[in-house]
């Protein structure tokens, strides 16, 4: 694709409820990365994919959140029993190759109520 | 472990004039990588300008150039002829160069909110 594309947009939800955010990175991009945006923490690093391996996963917060990724492509993040605290804007990045610049999607905004 | 800062949450420069924020860096690394992300409203992050470590000419793309001082550990953005739709957060990124778990994640600063008036 003609760049990294995330859905949905905005997603709300109830506490408690489980939510999977998706994230198509550009084609042919090995390297995949989730960040979250939160007002109170900034930007921060979640976890890192080159190809369908996480060798990374450091920066999920707990146990609640997971990730996988499939056909080298499209990954998806899941939170489960979702808490007001992980409302967030949860971005998506790819890049060709490791240390290379990262190109981000446009993000889903998370709202737990 | 890596730090950025950005001291100024916000900023604001009238149409046309020339503005530069700030980023200052706490590494250990002797190679890394540093760029300047813009967000506005939208959310896209886009990549403004990127600066390798071992060069020592500063990047410039158009009306975008950084002063980078390795020394200082400082990466200032200097916008020149500011324009309406420079309007947007500014996020000064870290990314080391070599990286033993094999993770490539940036390290962000907190933001600099721009604003340019009319």
């Known amino acids: 694709g003609a760049g990294v594309s995330q859905s949905p947009s905005n997603k709300v939800t109830e506490k408690g409820k489980d939510v999977e955010l998706r994230c198509d990175p550009i084609?042919?991009?090995?390297?995949l990365y989730w960040y979250r945006q939160s007002l109170g923490q900034g930007l921060e690093f979640l976890i890192y994919f080159q190809g369908n391996s996480a060798p990374d996963k450091s920066g999920l917060p707990s146990d609640r959140f997971s990730a996988e990724r499939t056909g080298g492509s499209v990954s998806t993040l899941t939170i489960q029993r979702t808490q007001q605290e992980d409302s967030a804007v949860y971005l998506c990045?790819?890049?060709?190759?490791?240390?290379?610049?990262?190109?981000f999607g446009p993000g889903t905004r998370l709202l737990v109520l | 472990a890596q730090t950025v800062t950005q001291s100024q949450p916000e900023m604001s420069v009238q149409e046309a004039e020339t503005v530069t924020l700030s980023c200052t860096y706490d590494?250990?690394?002797?190679?890394?990588?540093l760029f300047w992300y813009k967000q506005p409203p939208s959310r896209q992050m886009i990549l403004v300008i990127r600066?390798?470590?071992?060069?020592?000419q500063n990047a410039t793309e158009n009306r975008f150039s950084v002063n980078f001082q390795k020394a200082a550990k400082s990466f200032s953005l200097k916008i020149s002829d500011s324009q309406l739709g420079d309007t947007a957060m500014y996020f000064c990124a870290f990314m080391k160069a070599r990286s033993t778990s094999g993770t490539y994640k940036y390290i962000f600063g907190t933001g600099t909110r721009l604003k340019v008036l009319a």
């Open positions: 084609s042919g991009h090995t390297a």
């Open positions: 590494t250990s690394e002797n190679n890394y990588y």
């Open positions: 990045a790819s890049s060709s190759v490791q240390r290379e610049t990262q190109y």
């Open positions: 600066q390798e470590a071992y060069k020592q």
